[in-house]
């Protein structure tokens, strides 16, 4: 299928240098080929599993591919300027690397100083996301106190402080019940793309506008969520495979 340019993420021929799977299951990609159009929200489905969190890993400079070409947001990797790749894309993995002594302010801070943004702005992102957030009550215990929904509210957080253009997401929030994680994830930013890894299709209803799935390593499908409905077919895995395998007949858009 044939992308609407501009493109917020190209990927071209990508192959990784190492497996990821569950259960020694392998899930390496194999010349995998993905464009995204900029304000996309993609569901990103892969059997086996662990290809789809290995692609974000990648993308997100956590791991290194062993071949391909990548661009996010107009930027490929070498791009370390101030407004370059780290400013402009963010990565949330499923366990939130935070120092649990840390509290939400004291890693919001911490976040605002890696990231480079200049001190006066730093407050006014910072009281806006522990609002957004509800993080008030918890905003100066550290996050281990406050359990894995605390940690990984301070984590998207954090992603979100730059008001990045490419937003990586690995089966976020899962701590949460589901109003509050539907009402966190659902970006209004039309500027922001979204990809995200998830394991639970049907949790992400509403949430996403295309869906690719990603199988033994290549792109199997990559289209609009509609698809699905219009083909009587579940915003679930099954029904994910389902439509795949059969002939393609809309561009994403």
């Known amino acids: 299928m044939r992308a609407l340019h501009p493109a917020a993420v190209e990927v071209r021929a990508l192959r990784s240098r190492t497996r ?12 995998l080929d993905l464009s ?10 892969s059997r086996p599993e662990g290809a789809a969190s290995l692609l974000l890993r990648i993308l997100a400079g956590v791991s290194r591919p062993a071949a391909g070409t990548i661009s996010l ?28 002594w840390l509290s939400p302010t004291e890693a919001l801070m911490l976040a605002c100083r890696l990231a480079g943004l200049p001190a006066d702005d730093r407050r006014h992102r910072m009281d806006e ?12 215990r550290p996050i281990g106190r406050g359990g894995p929904a605390v940690g990984q509210k301070v984590a998207l957080a954090a992603a979100l402080l730059t008001e990045p253009e490419v937003l990586l997401l690995d089966e976020p929030l899962r701590a949460l019940d589901p109003q509050e994680r539907r009402r ?13 890894a998830s394991r639970y299709p049907a949790s992400e209803e509403g949430l996403v506008n295309q869906v690719a799935l990603i199988r033994d390593g290549r792109l199997a499908l ?32």
């Open 20 to 31: 990821s799977g569950r259960s020694g299951q392998d899930g390496a990609l194999r010349g």
């Open 129 to 140: 996301l522990i609002e957004h957030f509800r993080l008030g009550p918890d905003a100066s």
């Open 184 to 196: 966190l994830l659902n970006l209004k930013d039309r500027r922001t793309t979204m990809l995200l």
């Open 222 to 253: 990559h289209a609009r969520i509609e698809e699905l409905a219009a083909r009587s077919l579940p915003l679930s895995t099954r029904g994910i495979e389902a439509l795949a395998d059969q002939p393609a007949e809309a561009e994403v858009r």
């Open 73 to 100: 947001a107009g930027m490929t990797r070498s791009d370390d300027s101030a407004m370059g790749w780290a400013r402009r894309v963010a990565h949330v993995a499923g366990r939130p690397a935070l120092y649990e």
């Open 36 to 45: 995204v159009p900029v304000g996309a929200r993609l569901l990103l489905v």
